[in-house]
């Protein structure tokens, strides 16, 4: 049966591209480095990419003084041009990703597929690389608020002017990522296309670990938090953990937002407490908070001049 890219594999965690002829390669200029470098493929509307946000969240603070983490977009959505896999138009797409919600334990609102539809990733994508050129801080706080925006608030990020209120968000400067999205980010998109290809990328999450040598140890699909840091002590056996301040306060202060899943996993604690624990933040009035029909989003508000509210309370 073909691959349909939004037809994510719950089992094997992968959302896989149709028709890759890809073949397995790697950088072979890549220079040494006494840390890791992590080339992440990824894209705006992977909802297996939102499920590993605990881990990759981890990650960054167990190791972020190791790795560095360069974010490609792998253009999972072109347009509609084909039938396969059960799907075939934007609505199938809402009860799969109702689905992916409750097995990846991340809040994720399918009805966005029957309310207003993307017909492509490629805009977010571009966005994502405009967004790159204003500095990596604020990429991340970029592509953060749109997967927010799409899988939470049921909002097309396909649509300019989502695109825009995101930039706004996060503080870009809006002229300059408007010059860039309709400039420099369209080849940087596709060189990132590129790179996929050379890479052998077929579908996403995928992340390769390189080590001084520039040999990739390739984490793909859905997996525990473990299987990540197995792949960056075995590209860098020296690596140090550093140890994660658990208490809300600070891991609010470092993400401004954060599921319950991605509190558990950060703060260690059972995560069937972690919804009472925080809504009781809630009552305290410390926190805010988005809920779904599929789960909630915790949100400790740092206002940026200017800025209009990323989520409907």
């Given at each position: 049966m073909p691959i349909n890219p939004l037809?994510?594999?719950?089992?094997?965690?992968?959302?896989?591209?149709?028709?890759?002829?890809?073949?397995?390669?790697?950088?072979?200029?890549?220079?040494?480095?006494?840390?890791?470098?992590?080339?992440?493929?990824?894209?705006?509307?992977?909802?297996?990419?939102?499920?590993?946000?605990?881990?990759?969240?981890?990650?960054?603070?167990?190791?972020?003084?190791?790795?560095?983490?360069?974010?490609?977009?792998?253009?999972?959505?072109?347009?509609?041009?084909?039938?396969?896999?059960?799907?075939?138009?934007?609505?199938?797409?809402?009860?799969?990703?109702?689905?992916?919600?409750?097995?990846?334990?991340?809040?994720?609102?399918?009805?966005?597929?029957?309310?207003?539809?993307?017909?492509?990733?490629?805009?977010?994508?571009?966005?994502?690389?405009?967004?790159?050129?204003?500095?990596?801080?604020?990429?991340?706080?970029?592509?953060?608020?749109?997967?927010?925006?799409?899988?939470?608030?049921?909002?097309?990020?396909?649509?300019?002017?989502?695109?825009?209120?995101?930039?706004?968000?996060?503080?870009?400067?809006?002229?300059?990522?408007?010059?860039?999205?309709?400039?420099?980010?369209?080849?940087?998109?596709?060189?990132?296309?590129?790179?996929?290809?050379?890479?052998?990328?077929?579908?996403?999450?995928?992340?390769?670990?390189?080590?001084?040598?520039?040999?990739?140890?390739?984490?793909?699909?859905?997996?525990?938090?473990?299987?990540?840091?197995?792949?960056?002590?075995?590209?860098?056996?020296?690596?140090?953990?550093?140890?994660?301040?658990?208490?809300?306060?600070h891991l609010f202060t470092h993400y401004?937002?954060?599921?319950?899943?991605?509190?558990?996993?950060?703060?260690?604690?059972?995560r069937k407490q972690a919804d009472a624990?925080?809504?009781?933040?809630?009552?305290?009035?410390?926190?805010?908070?988005?809920?779904?029909?599929?789960?909630?989003?915790?949100?400790?508000?740092?206002?940026?001049?200017?800025?209009?509210?990323?989520?409907?309370?």
């Amino acid at each position: 049966m073909p691959i349909n890219p939004l037809l994510c594999d719950i089992e094997s965690g992968m959302c896989e591209l149709p028709d890759s002829t890809a073949t397995s390669g790697k950088e072979s200029d890549t220079p040494a480095r006494e840390s890791v470098s992590v080339i992440y493929y990824t894209d705006p509307i992977c909802s297996t990419c939102w499920g590993i946000e605990p881990q990759l969240r981890k990650l960054e603070l167990e190791y972020g003084h190791h790795i560095k983490v360069d974010y490609r977009m792998g253009g999972l959505l072109p347009d509609w041009s084909y039938n396969s896999g059960g799907i075939s138009k934007p609505s199938d797409v809402a009860s799969h990703w109702d689905e992916v919600s409750r097995y990846y334990d991340m809040p994720i609102d399918g009805d966005v597929w029957l309310e207003d539809p993307l017909d492509s990733s490629y805009p977010a994508s571009i966005a994502f690389k405009a967004a790159q050129l204003q500095g990596d801080t604020n990429a991340l706080s970029f592509l953060r608020v749109l997967r927010e925006m799409v899988f939470l608030q049921k909002k097309n990020i396909a649509n300019w002017e989502n695109l825009v209120l995101a930039a706004r968000n996060v503080g870009l400067d809006v002229d300059q990522f408007t010059t860039d999205y309709q400039g420099r980010a369209q080849a940087l998109f596709r060189q990132d296309l590129a790179l996929a290809r050379q890479l052998g990328v077929r579908g996403f999450p995928t992340l390769f670990f390189m080590d001084q040598q520039g040999k990739p140890e390739k984490v793909y699909g859905y997996k525990p938090y473990p299987v990540f840091e197995h792949a960056l002590r075995k590209q860098l056996p020296t690596v140090t953990k550093a140890a994660i301040n658990t208490s809300w306060q600070h891991l609010f202060t470092h993400y401004p937002t954060l599921t319950s899943r991605e509190f558990a996993e950060l703060a260690g604690t059972d995560r069937k407490q972690a919804d009472a624990y925080l809504q009781q933040l809630t009552d305290d009035g410390q926190l805010s908070k988005l809920t779904t029909k599929n789960g909630i989003l915790w949100i400790r508000e740092q206002t940026l001049p200017g800025q209009e509210a990323v989520a409907a309370r």
